[in-house]
């Protein structure tokens, strides 16, 4: 029998080992299933501060106007409910109640628009012509706020801006947090408007 030469021996030896042990890696690393059914960790910590529930901001003419968290799969209906319910003034037939809640969303409850004028009343002419009737800042259309004086359409859309942004206004005068609304301009429109 021929003599083995002992260098040859220890690398065989040397590469037994190292298929031991890239064997041993292969059996105990992760599985890829396992991997993607895992979810990933930002999802687990999102999940457990939401819990799945929706945060929404109720507004408008509601009785309890604020930011409710209500549960998964929620109505634009059960965000009123716990909102107190619309007020004698609002107007539910803007609303769609029946609409899915999303997270991060305002459900705005517009005022009801004011009765349309008698029937031998005469029509107001003109973008220029002040309105007969004091016009609601709520309920406003940019047309119908253009028809006062001093505000183009430029200032009736900041009006609208803001009235989105903050859920309606509370009184006439909260009409000077428009941006290029003075206190001169408001005290020539206070008798043309209401809330």
């Known amino acids: 029998m021929p003599e083995r030469d002992p260098r040859r021996l220890a690398a065989g030896a040397a590469a037994a080992l190292a298929l031991i042990l890239l064997a041993a890696w292969y059996v ?8 993607a059914s895992a ?10 501060e939401g819990g799945g529930r929706v945060i929404v901001d109720v507004a408008g003419a509601v009785h309890r106007p604020g930011v409710y968290r209500l549960g998964p799969g929620s109505r634009v209906e059960d965000a009123l409910r ?51 009737q004091p016009v609601d800042l709520n309920t406003a259309t940019l047309e119908q706020l253009d028809t006062l004086d001093g505000v183009g359409p430029a200032t009736a859309q900041k009006i609208l801006d803001y ?33």
Request: glycine letters at 10%.
């Open 28 to 35: 105990a690393r992760p599985r890829p299933e396992a991997a």
């Open 39 to 48: 979810p990933p960790v930002p999802t687990i910590s999102v999940a457990s």
């Open 82 to 132: 716990r909102a107190g319910g619309a007020t004698r003034r609002g107007d539910l037939s803007q609303v769609n109640r029946a609409a899915k809640l999303e997270d991060g969303r305002q459900v705005l409850v517009p005022v009801r628009a004011p009765a349309a004028p008698a029937a031998g009343a005469a029509p107001v002419a003109g973008p220029a012509a002040t309105p007969a």
């Open 163 to 195: 009235r989105q942004e903050h859920g309606g206004f509370g009184s006439v005068d909260e009409l000077d947090q428009v941006p290029g609304i003075g206190e001169k301009r408001l005290a020539a429109l206070r008798e043309h408007l209401r809330v």
